[in-house]
């Protein structure tokens, strides 16, 4: 274990960022970096780290479940069909982040991930990047994948996402276990399983749905 490392109130050492806010202990253990290879959960995702941008993670989480209220449940295909109406509802909508841009760009983009449909899974999934947990030294934000992720997703049509972005996204849906090598929640073997399990999947059945 390095110097630095953090271990929680319950003995387990921890990546540091996730002990300032029990929301990201909760964050970090259950979500981060366990795979996400639905429809509505990408677009959730997508949507609420494009939302970030600029401000804290702790500020999205503390209002995901308004966002999730607000959005329909990150149904993309009934978030494809807001109106103005719905885009004035949600600038008024304090349970949210109202940021004209970043909403206008989460309208559009249910509509490309509506019409992708599991293409759109397909997609993000094929930027999945293997490679060992980080040393407690080093930090990746932008790798060559996110860049290629970010490309690919505006070819598509898909707005507010540049290489940070994307990497953040395939940070949090399994695509990378940026884990700290010293980090020991969720267990390296038992997430590394997950994301195997769930590549194995899409491979099998490309463009499945359900």
């Not at 719905?86 to 206008?104: S, T, Y």
């Not at 060559?144 to 990497?167: D, M, N, Q, W």
């Not at 276990?177 to 491979?203: F, G, N, Q, Y």
């Amino acid at each position: 274990m390095s110097a630095d490392a953090a271990r929680g109130p319950d003995g387990f050492v921890r990546c540091p960022w996730s002990l300032s806010a029990p929301e990201y202990v909760a964050y970090h253990d259950t979500e981060w970096g366990w795979p996400v290879d639905t429809v509505a959960g990408l677009y959730e995702r997508l949507t609420l780290e494009a939302f970030q941008s600029g401000l804290a993670w702790i500020t999205i989480l503390r209002k995901r479940e308004g966002f999730r209220r607000a959005f329909a449940g990150f149904d993309p295909a009934v978030v494809a069909g807001f109106g103005e109406d719905d885009r004035a509802r949600l600038m008024a909508d304090a349970g949210i982040v109202r940021n004209a841009a970043k909403i206008d760009a989460a309208l559009a983009n249910a509509r490309v991930v509506a019409d992708l449909g599991e293409r759109f899974v397909d997609l993000v999934w094929s930027f999945r990047t293997p490679s060992p947990r980080p040393g407690p030294d080093e930090f990746r934000a932008v790798t060559p994948a996110s860049t290629a992720l970010a490309k690919a997703l505006k070819r598509e049509g898909i707005r507010f996402v540049g290489p940070t972005t994307a990497y953040a996204l395939m940070q949090a849906t399994g695509l990378v276990d940026d884990h700290r090598s010293d980090c020991e929640v969720p267990d390296a073997a038992v997430l590394h399983a997950a994301v195997e399990a769930a590549a194995a999947r899409r491979a099998e059945d490309p463009g499945r749905t359900g």
